[in-house]
Nanobody, 115 residues
Framework: QVQLVESGGGLVQAGGSLRLSCEAS????????MGWYRQAPGKQRELVAD??????NYADSVKGRTTISRDNAKNTVYLEMNGLKPEDTAVYYC??????????WGQGTQVTVSS
């Protein structure tokens, strides 16, 4: 089983920055991918950024102001966002895909961007 624990959310002013962290534990010897999704009220969950086979992929809405990184030794994935906008307000979920457990999700961390 895989456990994902997120941290770093909160209230941020528009134009500000934040860094989210997600630490994975459990059966994580082989990881196909890690990343971040978000879900705003009344909207579907959407990809923010992920890393698969070493390749980084970003949603168009965050490209250029967001960096995803991974520390393999710590089984941790980070999401750094700059130039935050009110439309970035959402619950951010950590995601991981492994061969044994498929897709796993964290509990979510709220990010609120005030205008």
């Amino acid at each position: 089983q895989v456990q994902l624990v997120e941290s770093g959310g909160g209230l941020v002013q528009a134009g500000g920055s934040l860094r989210l962290s997600c630490e994975a534990s459990g059966t994580t010897s082989i990881i196909y991918g890690m990343g971040w999704y978000r879900q705003a009220p009344g909207k579907q969950r959407e990809l923010v950024a992920d890393i698969k086979r070493g390749l980084r992929n970003y949603a168009d809405s965050v490209k250029g102001r967001t960096t995803i990184s991974r520390d393999n030794a710590k089984n941790t994935v980070y999401l750094e966002m700059n130039g935050l906008k009110p439309e970035d307000t959402a619950v951010y979920y950590c995601w991981m895909r492994t061969p044994w457990w498929g897709d796993s999700w964290g509990q979510g961390t709220q990010v609120t961007v005030s205008s």
